[in-house]
């Protein structure tokens, strides 16, 4: 090879990575079979640094599975390598893959990439950690040459170890535990709970929470990051109270594994699985039966649900839900939409409750629709108006104990304003009922709970959100405003006086075809 040549051929391996993929495809093509095997090297060692489970493909020959929700996982490992300071929490059910990605894969692909990093991994039992921190140091000595790192002499413990010629290493420790030595870039805690029982001891979570403030944060370099991967079991789990006291400051992957809302991060519409190729929505349903409401709805879904005892039971809900064939043969004589507004104007306040429910002629109730939401200022009388256009609802029940005759005034201006916009199918303003809310929370709630109880309500779809709320709550709590919109919306209708409008008629005759 002539001086000219090899000064070409080194040119052209060091511009092959900074082209698009069909540039390179043709430059491979023209290349000399010498030079395809270095461009061969070269694909081989940008596959390895792309994500986790590009690497993991490679070092196990394809074996290794994907899906769309590990691509999650994977972007916020490649997030955190081009240098963002990140806070993620991700929850997902069992055997979808979470720990395998989070906690072995990611830190053999972050270690390649950032060799003079420190990696820190914690889990419920230090055991469980040493097993992932074994597992970890063992791929990098069998794949040490492919990876360009390898483990320095006299510190490859499995519980922790250092990267040979650099600063970087990995230490893992049980959530509780000490972890020493030297700070970490990137601290990653894989199920900080055993389980219920454990999640659902307020001195065990104290005992979290005191280790993850005192102990893992204060490891944390200046530019530290966080992934935080678990199932949820309580509202006041580790996941729970970091979203109470810093909601602005996490990045929330909630992944069930049967899809409750259409902003699903994967795109997925409701009732679709989460991973697909390996279970299917049957055999979720076939794991629900089994496993029982509590265990699908914290293991499975991440939506903690409480242990009896609280105003609401889960039973009372879930055995008189009714289904959308089943319901087409409800006649209703009255729907309202109640609103319960939030303490303030901005998103950064409470959310708005904006829930509505229906009666039909032999007093059953049902609750049709939840748009609760953080609204800005005024949005919610807009969202409630479309709510009641939508399901053609004769009334807006509004608690006004904090707004007075402004929550009057935002419901008229929206109405109004989607009369201009040709958007009320020349319904008339459904009538404007005011609460004012002066009894108890306990003594409104009751009541529709009793009700409940009785089988008297029936959901028309699985309302997550504001069914936590109702059996999450116990008297003395501050009542959430999903679940005070509910009751504002059911008191109305199951009040004997107003329940009379569904017999008689409107002066506008807006419930004409209803019986």
Not at 36 to 62: C, F, H, N, S
Not at 151 to 173: C, P, W
Not at 292 to 318: D, K, N
Request: charged share 25%.
């Amino acid at each position: 090879m002539t001086t000219a040549t090899a000064d070409h051929q080194a040119a052209v391996l060091a511009q092959y990575r900074t082209l698009p993929p069909d540039q390179r495809l043709r430059t491979f093509e023209r290349a000399t079979p010498d030079v395809r095997r270095k461009l061969m090297r070269i694909e081989r060692g940008m596959t390895l640094d792309r994500a986790p489970g590009a690497l993991a493909a490679v070092l196990t020959q394809g074996k290794e599975m994907q899906a769309p929700h590990l691509d999650i996982i994977d972007r916020i490992y490649q997030r955190i390598n081009a240098g963002e300071r990140i806070k993620a929490m991700v929850t997902m059910p069992p055997r979808a893959g979470k720990s395998r990605r989070t906690s072995r894969w990611g830190p053999v692909w972050y270690l390649r990439r950032q060799p003079d990093h420190r990696f820190m991994l914690a889990s419920y039992a230090a055991h469980l950690a040493d097993d992932h921190g074994r597992w970890v140091r063992n791929t990098i000595t069998e794949h040490a040459h492919t990876l360009g790192i390898g483990l320095k002499y006299g510190s490859q413990a499995a519980n922790r170890f250092d990267i040979d010629s650099h600063e970087g290493g990995m230490v893992t420790a049980g959530v509780g535990g000490a972890l020493t030595g030297r700070g970490a870039h990137v601290a990653a805690v894989d199920d900080p709970f055993k389980g219920s029982e454990d999640a659902s001891s307020p001195t065990q979570r104290d005992r979290v929470w005191d280790w993850w403030q005192s102990v893992l944060l204060t490891r944390l370099e200046p530019n530290g990051s966080v992934l935080l991967v678990n199932t949820r079991w309580d509202d006041d789990d580790l996941s729970g109270r970091l979203l109470r006291e810093e909601p602005e400051d996490w990045i929330v992957i909630d992944l069930p594994a049967i899809a409750l809302t259409a902003d699903d991060p994967l795109g997925r519409q409701p009732g679709e699985a989460l991973w697909p190729d390996r279970f299917t929505a049957d055999d979720y349903a076939r794991i629900r039966k089994s496993v029982g409401e509590r265990v699908w709805w914290s293991l499975y879904q991440q939506q903690p649900r409480p242990l009896e005892g609280g105003v609401w039971q889960w039973a009372w809900i879930t055995a008189n839900r009714i289904s959308p064939v089943a319901f087409r043969g409800v006649d209703l004589t009255r729907i309202v939409v109640a609103i319960d507004p939030s303490g303030g104007a901005g998103t950064a306040n409470d959310e708005t409750g904006i829930v509505a429910a229906g009666r039909d002629q032999a007093g059953e109730l049902y609750v049709l629709a939840d748009r609760s939401g953080r609204y800005g200022a005024g949005a919610w009388g807009r969202e409630a108006c479309l709510t009641a256009i939508d399901l053609a609802a004769d009334a807006l029940t509004v608690e006004t104990n904090f707004g007075g005759d402004m929550t009057r005034q935002v419901l008229v201006q929206a109405w109004q304003e989607l009369e201009r916009e040709g958007r009320t199918r020349g319904l008339p303003m459904p009538r404007i009922v005011e609460v004012n809310a002066k009894q108890g929370k306990r003594l409104r709630a009751e009541p529709i709970a009793q009700l409940y109880e009785q089988g008297k309500v029936h959901h028309l779809a699985e309302f997550d959100t504001l069914e936590r709320q109702m059996v999450t709550w116990l008297p003395g709590m501050d009542s959430p405003d999903r679940m005070d919109a509910a009751v504002h919306g059911l008191t109305e209708l199951a009040d004997p006086a107003a329940a009379a409008v569904g017999t008689t008629s409107y002066r506008d005759q807006r419930l004409t075809g209803r019986r």
